[in-house]
């Protein structure tokens, strides 16, 4: 789903304007990267848990140049969804 399908799809769900889903969604993502920046974690009730996790300075191997090569120290954005949600989507639409 591309952003304009997400703000599409929430303004016709909240029964809104384009441009007030748009404004909605883009607001969300602030106050989620402002929460990640501040605590390192975010959790939401019913969706998970966002979490930047610090990667240390490691060497990694280029495999097109055949080298070895140094992946400076960096941050990860991680995702663990809630369980309820987790559930019900990964044993959705499959028969045991």
């Not at 909605?24 to 920046?37: A, K, N, P, Y």
Request: aromatic share 10%; glycine share 4%; charged share 35%.
């Amino acid at each position: 789903m591309t952003r304009e399908e997400m703000i599409s799809r929430y303004a016709e769900i909240q029964e809104c304007s384009l441009e007030q889903a748009a404004d909605r969604i883009d607001t969300f993502v602030t106050v989620l990267s402002e929460g990640l920046e501040n605590d390192r974690k975010v959790r939401i009730k019913y969706l998970g848990t966002f979490e930047l996790k610090k990667f240390k300075q490691h060497q990694g191997y280029d495999f097109s140049k055949k080298k070895c090569i140094k992946i400076p120290a960096h941050n990860v954005i991680k995702f663990k969804p809630c369980t309820q949600w987790r559930e019900e989507l990964l044993y959705k639409d499959i028969e045991v």
